[in-house]
């Protein structure tokens, strides 16, 4: 069966700081793989998807990047962060185009 | 471009009575229609989906949705709620690449 891991649960950084949340999947090949900020009042704001490794998609401008060294393996990283960064952080994927997508439990992310 | 509207951010309702929460959607091309679910402090679970054939769609909980084209909507409906499906429900259009979800309502059932 299929998994998908995401960590870490919860974050506190500093204005500045980097950052870097992983994600990886278990038990698929090839998937379509998503990072979504939840904030309250916005839903779930879709940030990059990748439908490949090395291919990335940005939806926002913003302050963060993403990238899929290997098939199963999704990152969001910045180079500093700042205080409207915080939210929590889902991880994603799909099979293939028709299905649902399934989340991990994900990040909460403070920026202090 | 695809882009999912809730119009209602927050739909108060008494335990028993119908509920329809309300999803239209935007898309240049086929797209897959979805409903989920997120019970506080928990992840988001999928209720139903739209991928073609009959309009009406079931799913978990009693929740059922209708696809309608012309109007260019997917809204969720249930005859009888209960206060267990207090939560928030995000209707989400995919295609191909992306999979984009609306802002969110959240049903509030109270006694």
């Known amino acids: 069966s299929q998994t998908i891991h995401q960590w870490p649960a919860t974050l506190v950084q500093p204005v500045g700081s980097p950052l870097s949340l992983e994600c990886t999947v278990e038990g698929t090949s090839n998937p379509n793989l998503y990072w979504y900020r939840q904030a309250a009042g916005r839903g779930l704001q879709l940030l990059f998807y990748s439908v490949g490794i090395g291919q990335i998609s940005s939806e926002v401008p913003q302050n963060l990047s993403a990238s899929r060294p290997q098939d199963r393996q999704f990152i969001l990283s910045s180079k500093k962060l700042l205080l409207s960064d915080s939210g929590f952080y889902l991880c994603?994927?799909?099979?293939?185009?028709?299905?649902?997508?399934?989340f991990g439990q994900g990040t909460r992310l403070t920026v202090v | 471009a695809q882009s999912v509207t809730q119009l209602d951010s927050q739909v108060p309702v008494f335990e028993e009575a119908p509920v329809e929460l309300r999803c239209n959607y935007s898309?240049?091309?086929?797209?897959?229609l979805f409903w989920y679910v997120q019970y506080p402090n928990q992840g988001l679970q999928l209720l139903l989906k739209y991928l073609s054939g009959s309009t009406l769609v079931k799913g978990i909980n009693g929740f059922e949705a209708e696809f309608n084209k012309s109007q260019t909507s997917f809204h969720l409906r249930k005859p009888s709620v209960h206060i267990s499906d207090t939560a928030e429900y995000f209707c989400a259009v995919g295609s191909f690449q992306k999979l984009v979800f609306g802002t969110g309502t959240r049903l509030l059932v109270s006694p």
């Open positions: 898309s240049s091309v086929s797209v897959y």
């Open positions: 994603a994927w799909r099979p293939d185009r028709v299905a649902e997508a399934f």
